[in-house]
């Protein structure tokens, strides 16, 4: 049989009605934000980025990461479950999709664990002679990422995790139709500032960040199929928009 696609409420207290994807059953009521409170935590973002003296070291994200899919390991059943309730996938399929949401969580402290900046060769001309040059990896600023429906936990770790492991704040918003699983997620990866949560709609979330920014603001889009985002993000901004591999026009 076909699951239902799941349908949203906005009540009028500014509150979202989640329901089975199934049957419409009530799961839950999660509080809505609007433009002044993505402001805030825009501002709350970019000040944490600022504060250079407070970045979290390597071992200190690391850690992070580790501790939250180890949260996520003794939550399987639970976030799997959560998965059907909300997407309105098959039993049989949710875990699937929770396994590759902790793997990639894991993946993303390996990887910084194990890859760095290079060294650059020098001595190839009289100014390099006796030189050494090379490069380190460094966040690029505040994230905001725009995540889906159709995988509400995985592709939320595909944003969350590298933010988190590169020691970029991010605030990410997920699918209004399917938000528990997100908001789980930066429940847990919330033992360090530079993870929030957006509850508004995507029409919210691109029209805020339309408006210019500040000058010297580094803002990094990240948009997972979500139809709406794109079209309230203007290029003439001084935006990095990101797709799949992290492309910059």
Known sequence: MRAKISLIKVTESGMIDVVQAYDR???TRLETDDADALEHKLATAHRLFG????????HERIAVLRKAAQIMEERRAHLAMQIAREGGKP?????????RAINGVRNAAEVLRTHGGIEI??????ATDGRRAWTIHEPIGVVAAISAFNHPLNLAVHQLAPAIAIGCPIIIKPASSTPLSCFELVGIDKRKDGVDYFGGGALWFGKA?????????????DITKNPDAPLRVYERQNLFVSGPRWLSP
């Open 91 to 99: 039993l049989a399929d949710a875990p699937v999709e929770t396994d």
């Open 209 to 221: 960040l339309r408006e210019p920014l500040e000058i010297g603001v580094s803002l990094r889009i």
């Open 121 to 126: 060769p020098m001595g190839s001309t009289p």
């Open 25 to 27: 059953a009530h799961i």
């Open 51 to 58: 504060d250079r003296k407070a970045w979290l070291k390597p």
